[in-house]
Structures are given as structure tokens and as C-alpha cells.
Nanobody, 124 residues
């Protein structure tokens, strides 16, 4: 069992930055592929970024590529999402998720555990 707790969301002006953190419980964090998803009002949840167990392979949605960076610290059981050059369209609830899949996790259904989410609001 893995419990995930996100933090770091908030209100920021367009062009600003935020760093989200996701702290995981349990001693097996390093075995999991991790992902950051987001859900904007009235829209379906979508993948923003994913990272493999060791942190050396990552994937980004086109909408965030070049602006967001996913990373992890297995010693601290934490995964991060650094978000730069934020846009109003980045406004959403951001969720971290853990998957026992091999490699990267592109689809929601491969994720076993989810956090409660943290709100990110970008004002224009």
C-alpha cells in the first residue's frame, strides 16, 4: 500500500513558477513509476508527465514540454513537478500517482495509487 500526499499548489501569475511535491509512504517507493496528472474544470484528467523508477527516463505531454520538469528523490520518497512559464491554461487540480508498470505510465488505468490532488491556479 502506498499513500501519496501532494503539496505546493497555489495561485500564481502567468509566467510564474511553482514546484509541486508528492510525498509517498512505504519503503517500496523506488519500485514505482510515478506520474503527474491534471484535471481542468469541465475537462478530463490528462497526463502531464511521468518518470520511471530510477528517474532516468521521463515523458512529457506536448502541452507542458519545455516548461515542466518531473524528477524524483527515492531517498526521500518524493516526486516533484517543477512548473515554469505557467499559463492560464495550466490551471487545474494536479494529482500524483504511482504505478507498478514497467517503464513509463502513459494511461490512467496503469496507476495503482493516487493522491488527493493540489489546486494550481494561474491568473492572466
Amino acid at each position: 500500500q502506498v499513500q501519496l500526499v501532494e503539496s505546493g499548489g497555489g495561485l500564481v501569475q502567468a509566467g510564474g513558477s511553482l514546484r509541486l511535491s508528492c510525498a509517498a509512504s512505504g519503503r517500496t517507493f523506488s519500485r514505482y513509476t510515478m506520474g503527474w496528472f491534471r484535471q481542468a474544470p469541465g475537462k478530463e484528467r490528462e497526463l502531464a508527465a511521468t518518470i520511471n523508477w530510477s528517474g532516468d527516463i521521463t515523458y512529457y505531454a506536448d502541452s507542458v514540454k519545455g516548461r515542466f520538469t518531473i524528477s524524483r528523490d527515492n531517498a526521500k520518497n518524493t516526486v516533484y513537478l517543477q512548473m515554469n512559464s505557467l499559463k492560464p491554461e495550466d490551471t487545474a487540480v494536479y494529482y500524483c500517482a504511482a504505478s507498478s508498470t514497467y517503464g513509463l505510465g502513459y494511461r490512467e488505468y496503469v496507476y495503482d495509487y493516487w493522491g488527493q490532488g493540489t489546486q494550481v491556479t494561474v491568473s492572466s
